[in-house]
């Protein structure tokens, strides 16, 4: 199987910044995308950012100029840097990743546990 393994959420000020990290471990065959969903409480899971096998980027237009998505992939490794943190980031922020295992040729969708951001004002 494939793991995704968050860190790095927690509670700032408004302004403040957080860096979330995931790490891929397991069956890994390839990474094709990874990125950061939230959830906030009574909506929907919505897209933060995305990382594409090839580099290319997308952001919510939420985030767009305060939040950098890179990714290590020599690592299996995304990192979410969030600058300017406002209290409607408030969410548990998910990590995702387009994956296709080594015991199979298909992509398939895993996710972490979540981590939680709470920005106060």
């Known amino acids: 199987q494939v793991q995704l393994v968050e860190s790095g959420g927690g509670l700032v000020q ?3 910044s957080l ?7 397991g069956s890994i065959g390839s990474i094709n995308a990874m990125g ?6 009574g909506k929907q899971r919505e897209l933060v950012a995305r990382v594409s096998s090839d580099g290319s980027t997308n952001y919510a237009d939420s985030v767009k100029g305060r939040f950098t998505i890179s990714r290590d992939n020599a690592k299996n490794t995304v ?3 969030m600058n300017s ?6 969410a548990v922020y998910y990590c995702h990743g387009l994956v296709v ?3 199979s040729r298909v992509n398939r969708v895993y996710w972490g546990q ?3 951001v709470t ?3």
């Open 36 to 41: 950061w969903y939230r959830q906030a409480r």
């Open 19 to 25: 860096r979330l990290s995931c790490v891929a471990s």
């Open 85 to 90: 943190l406002k209290p409607e980031d408030t």
């Open 101 to 103: 295992p080594s015991f």
């Open 14 to 16: 408004a302004g403040g």
């Open 79 to 81: 990192i979410l840097q």
């Open 119 to 121: 920005v106060s004002s």
């Open 114 to 116: 979540g981590t939680q």
